[in-house]
């Protein structure tokens, strides 16, 4: 159900080469594979909803929007070559949920896929070295893109009977403190073990076909939070010559 988008993450390599050619003394850019934790709280409240409108007595839920791995491209800029920087990032994150019945007579399923699409700009310090560990703190704040995708099927005695499928898409923000363990590796590459905490902000999801049609939860809408820890593998290349 949640397969890597390549074509994003081949997007990025091609971002940060074309960097590389103007400004190779005093750029740094890399690609990095991780794992985050997401609240969803709203999401899972919704998925429980889901399954009291529909009146299927052994329905329950069997996935629940799960942490998951996450995929990072980011693009550093040191003043002078020194060692705080300025950067950007972009990170694809996926996650969703399955409600799911079925017996002799049929099956029912409903399927909640979630992605988002994370862009944003941060501030690196360094904070200290240890042979050669180096330690940096850094603050990063940006925006979300997030779609949804709602599918819902029925099937009786092998015949599908209903059949449904909604598209939701909405903006987030989001701020993220980390701590980034850096270690050379092989002349100007470097591996770099990250652990993060990101908050997400109140957001909307809106049907893609009907932009006036907000997805509520009770009152108030339905957010998407990706809020939790994030631990992340990066490799980091120096673009100085």
Same mark, same amino acid.
């Given at each position: ?10 997007? +990025? ?22 794992? +985050?934790?997401? &609240? ?6 919704? &998925? ?57 007579? *049929? ?8 992605? *988002?699409?994370?862009? *944003? ?16 703190? &850094? ?73 006036? &049609?907000?997805?509520?939860? *009770? ?8 809020? +939790? ?13």
């Amino acid at each position: 159900m949640m397969l890597f988008k390549f074509k994003y993450f081949v997007s +990025g390599l091609i971002f940060l080469l074309l960097f590389k050619t103007g400004f190779s003394q005093t750029y740094s850019g890399g690609i990095g594979l991780g794992y +985050g934790m997401y &609240q969803m709280n709203d999401m899972k409240n919704f &998925q429980e909803k889901l399954i009291n409108s529909v009146d299927i007595t052994n329905l329950s839920s069997v996935v629940s929007f799960p942490g998951f791995i996450f995929y990072s491209v980011h693009l550093y800029y040191l003043p002078k070559n020194k060692l705080n920087s300025f950067g950007t990032e972009f990170n694809y994150y996926m996650t969703g949920a399955r409600n799911h019945a079925a017996d002799y007579s *049929g099956e029912y399923k409903t399927d909640i896929q979630l992605n *988002g699409y994370r862009l *944003g700009l941060n501030y690196k310090m360094h904070v200290e070295k240890i042979g050669p560990l180096n330690i940096y703190a &850094q603050l990063g704040a940006g925006a979300f893109l997030n779609k949804m995708t709602l599918n819902e099927d029925l099937t009786v005695s092998y015949q599908e009977i209903l059949s449904n499928i909604y598209y939701f898409n909405g903006i987030s923000t989001f701020i993220e403190p980390k701590i980034i363990l850096s270690i050379p590796v092989y002349k100007q590459l470097n591996l770099n073990l990250n652990i993060a905490f990101e908050y997400d902000f109140k957001n909307k999801l809106r049907l893609r076909d009907d932009r006036s &049609q907000i997805l509520y939860l *009770g009152y108030n809408p339905a957010s998407v939070k990706w809020t +939790g820890l994030r631990f992340m593998t990066e490799l980091s290349y120096n673009l100085n010559n």
